[in-house]
């Protein structure tokens, strides 16, 4: 069955430090991959997102995540932290044509900044 | 208004009542979907609706009805709800059959059932 893994429930970083999210996804053909934040009290908002092509994508809020397909892989970075950035943070797979574009999210990972 | 927005903001209702929330998408989507996201659980999709047609219902009790009267509106009507209904309930929009699957979320109703 298709899941996505957040391995990290809660992590903690100073302001101005890099990040990386990790994210884990299980799903048999080439996954559509996204990543969305959610504010406390808001909705969701898509940070970024790969279909194809370059690995490396870049996202809004200077947010960039890598696709590993050995690794089964989708981690978020962010070379420094601003406190702004404290919310929670959902990793998603979407599975593949000839359905109506099911997201299967991750539990999400809160991230706290530190001043 | 622009994106999708979700009335209700919040929403305080007691086992007995009945109540309904709406969505409204103004991005000229074809699909449109209602999430549970409860504490420290992933979000549970509940309904999706594809070109105002019901194509998904994940097991959700018959507590909980969908409306999508047109593409650009859904509504989730509750009745007799239970304590653990509380929680964010989330709507969606995608353009279903384009390349993405990238759906579009509005802010959430967030439900109390007392």
């Known amino acids: 069955a298709q899941s996505v893994t957040q391995p990290d429930i809660h992590i903690t970083v100073s302001e101005g430090a890099s990040l990386e999210l990790r994210c884990n996804y299980s799903y048999g053909a080439t996954p559509y991959l996204f990543w969305y934040v959610q504010s406390p009290g808001q909705g969701l908002q898509l940070l970024l997102k790969?279909?194809?092509?370059?690995?490396l994508v870049q996202g809004i809020k200077g947010f960039e995540a890598e696709f590993k397909r050995s690794q089964s892989s989708f981690n978020l970075r962010k070379p420094s932290v601003h406190w702004s950035d404290a919310a929670e943070y959902f990793c998603?797979?979407?599975?593949?044509?000839?359905?109506?574009?099911?997201?299967?999210f991750g539990q999400g990972t809160t991230l706290q900044v530190k001043p | 208004e622009t994106g999708v927005t979700q009335t209700p903001r919040h929403l305080v209702m007691g086992m007995t009542n009945k109540k309904s929330l709406k969505c409204e998408q103004h991005l000229g989507h074809n699909a449109m979907y209602w999430y549970k996201q409860s504490a420290k659980k992933p979000l549970e999709l509940m309904f999706v609706y594809s070109l105002e047609e019901r194509v998904e219902n994940n097991s959700v009790p018959s507590r909980f009805s969908p409306e999508c009267p047109n593409s650009s509106h859904l509504f989730l009507h509750l009745h007799t709800l239970q304590p653990e209904d509380s929680a964010l309930y989330l709507c969606a929009s995608s353009q279903y059959g384009g390349d993405s699957y990238e759906q579009y979320f509005g802010p959430g109703t967030r439900l109390t059932v007392t």
């Open positions: 998603a797979v979407g599975m593949g044509s000839g359905n109506t574009g099911k997201l299967i």
């Open positions: 790969y279909f194809s092509g370059d690995t």
